[in-house]
């Protein structure tokens, strides 16, 4: 019986601890570190809420336990001050 009990704690905790989800700024480095190795260059990656349409740009992964996810657009970064009109 300790046996059994000892062995379901073990592949328990481990469930709990994967489904709070890795923290967003944790994943996007992952992410931009890879992108980087592969010599990509030009991108952004952006942190935006589940909800939220990525019409341009491609889901590249999930964060804070699917609460956000990361955006991956081709291009230079925009200034989005810049393109505001005065």
Request: net charge positive; proline share 5%.
């Amino acid at each position: 019986m300790k046996v059994l009990l000892t062995i379901a704690a073990v592949l328990i905790v481990p469930a709990c601890s994967y489904a709070q989800g890795k923290p967003c700024e944790e994943l996007k480095s992952e992410i931009a570190q890879k992108l980087d190795a592969k010599g990509v260059k030009s991108y952004t990656l952006d942190i935006v809420d589940k909800d939220k349409d990525a019409a341009d740009g491609k889901v590249v992964g999930t964060c804070e336990a699917g609460s956000k996810k990361i955006v991956y657009r081709k291009g230079p970064a925009a200034d989005k001050d810049a393109a505001k009109p005065q």
